[in-house]
């Protein structure tokens, strides 16, 4: 019990360097990241919490090491995929636009070149939800 807990502490504290050692390389390569006192705050404020955070799941005793690189390669995919999504939200706001179309076929859809698209309903006919005098009203477009 007594090694394994020492191999627990010893990977803490590897972790501790390693994340130093990333800030460290962070600093010196972004300077201008860390120019006011607020930044700096903010820094030692993140690294405290990552360590909090990592440090309980690393030590925890009925969690195993393995397990929790595991899930925290999961929530770093996870926060991987929110970042791209929103950096590439307006790439993307065609497939949505095209996406909801389908999904709401009575909801026209604006195309970039001013046009308008309606999507059939199951019935076949083109229904589109507006507005008349501020009330939504339903309308049957005739092609």
Known sequence: MCAGLSRRWLLALLAAVALTAVAGL?????????????????????????????????LYRGVSLGRAVRNGAIWVVILLALV?????????EGVWRRVSGNLVPHAPVAGADGSVVITAGRHGHFVVEAEADGTPVRFLVDT
């Open 84 to 92: 791209a999504g929103y950096s590439y939200r307006h790439d993307l």
């Open 26 to 58: 962070l600093v010196w390569r972004f300077p201008e990241a860390l120019a006011g006192r607020d930044q700096r705050i903010d820094l030692v404020q993140g690294v405290l919490l990552l360590v909090l955070v990592g440090s309980s799941g690393v």
